[in-house]
């Protein structure tokens, strides 16, 4: 008799806890999120503005059907390239021409960062016509010392 | 220079491929163009290409389950399919840029026995320059593009484009 106590407490656990589906953390994403992130292959536009085209609608329940499955926004995407192929996706793909599309804006700035740092560099570096900051300092003119000397002396009198 | 010699490529390459110079031009000057290489996976499985079928007069459909006069034509297309299959044609569809299971389903709904393909990310429409759905090609024995539809098709048009090529050698 006592046995079955927990084992009734476990199954009201099991029956009671949520499913996968219901959990607080379903759906993962939604056809909002997706819908500017992939295409209407046939209408050339991203889903969120191809609305009323009949292919858009046919993808967009293809989306959510996979979204009540409790999907993340990256298995849906995989999901629409397996369907669709990679122009599915509006984001360059991970090679050829789509790479360059993110590779020449981050190079552009990186070059452009690097001329911008050395050109500071130069600049701050005393240059050739300064002979002020170039080299040894200025000898004194004959005498100079003597004077200073005595100068310091006096002062020290004082 | 370099740019300049980029540019003049690629308006070459665009206007080579314009509309008029293709397939559609070639037929208006009763030449028959050589049909593009087509190899794509069976939408139920499996692979095909169109040299699998050389030999045979093969009516080229390319459909989706959410175009509406696709589905019109469906029927038209099932009877002549089985109209011309003792008699070396065929009918092929395509289904393109279109969710296979959709697609399946549209060939289950409507009882289409013709073989079926998937061309899912449209790569073969531009190879055949469809414009829009339907279109259908109409291949002779040698492969090579007899007649196109750009629409629907009607029993009047399968009959006087596809029955004389039947009765042509290979």
């Known amino acids: ?158 | 220079m370099l740019a300049l010699a980029a540019v003049v490529a690629l308006l070459g390459f665009g206007l080579s491929r314009g509309a008029d110079g293709t397939i559609d031009s070639e037929l208006e000057q009763g030449r028959r163009p050589e049909a593009p290489a087509l190899r794509l996976p069976g939408l139920n499985g499996g692979e095909a290409s169109l040299a699998g079928w050389r030999g045979q007069v093969v009516v080229l459909n390319f459909w989706a389950s959410w175009c509406d006069p696709c589905r019109d034509e469906s029927p038209l297309l099932q009877r002549f399919h089985e109209r011309i299959r003792g008699q070396g044609g065929t009918v092929v569809g395509v289904d393109a840029l279109d969710v296979s299971s959709d697609g399946r389903a549209f060939v289950r709904d409507h009882g289409l026995s013709y073989p079926m393909l998937r061309d899912g990310d449209g790569a073969q429409l531009d190879a055949f320059g469809v414009r829009g759905y339907p279109e259908t090609f109409v291949l002779d024995r040698r492969g090579r593009i007899a007649a196109v539809r750009h629409g629907v098709v009607d029993a009047r048009w399968l009959r006087e484009t596809v029955v004389p090529l039947l009765s042509e050698r290979a």
């Open chain 1, 1 to 158: 008799m006592n046995r079955g106590i927990p084992l009734a407490a476990v199954i009201a656990l099991v029956a009671l806890s949520p499913s996968p589906a219901l959990s607080s953390d379903c759906p993962l994403t939604s056809v909002p999120d997706l819908e500017d992130e992939v295409m209407c292959p046939v209408c050339d536009t991203t889903l969120g503005v191809a609305r009323e085209a009949p292919q858009a609608r046919r993808e967009r329940a293809f989306i959510e059907r996979r979204v009540q499955r409790c999907q993340t926004k990256a298995q849906i995407k995989s999901a629409l390239v397996d369907e669709f192929g990679d122009r599915v996706l509006a984001e360059p793909p991970g090679g050829g021409f789509g790479v360059f599309a993110y590779l020449v804006p981050a190079l552009a700035v990186g070059i452009g960062g690097a001329a911008l740092a050395l050109a500071a560099v130069r600049w701050r570096r005393p240059g050739r016509c300064d002979p002020a900051g170039a080299g040894d300092p200025t000898p004194l003119e004959p005498g100079a010392k003597a004077r200073v000397d005595a100068e310091l002396a006096r002062l020290e009198r004082r």
